[in-house]
């Protein structure tokens, strides 16, 4: 099993940047692919970007704005969100798929 505690949310404004963090713990050397997803109100909530195998894949929508990272020590997972937009608005959630775990997710919110 594996725990995902994320933080680094807030309020900022268009064009500006926000850097989440995804703290894990449980049995991570066996985690190969960490994924970081977000769910606007009312909507559904959609991939925004996974890690794994050497290889990064981003959704259109924030493609050339976001970049995800892991630690060297395999315990944390960054999601860098740069010229941010009102649309990026939403609740980011940490997820590692080999296990189903989510964290309690993060607020996210752009200003025009």
Not at 4 to 32: H, K, N, P, R, W
Not at 35 to 55: C, D, P, T
Not at 60 to 85: C, E, H, P, W, Y
Request: net charge neutral; aromatic share 8%.
């Amino acid at each position: 099993q594996v725990q995902l505690v994320e933080s680094g949310g807030g309020l900022v404004q268009a064009g500006e940047s926000l850097t989440l963090s995804c703290a894990l713990s449980g049995s991570i050397f066996s985690i190969d692919v960490m994924a970081w997803y977000r769910q606007a109100s009312g909507k559904q909530r959609e991939l925004v970007a996974n890690i794994g195998g050497g290889k990064t894949n981003y959704a259109d929508s924030v493609k050339g704005r976001f970049t995800i990272s892991r630690g060297n020590a395999k315990n944390t997972v960054t999601l860098q969100m740069d010229s941010l937009k009102p649309d990026d608005t939403g609740v980011y959630y940490c997820h590692a798929p080999q296990f189903n775990s989510w964290g309690q997710g993060t607020q996210v919110t752009v200003s025009p």
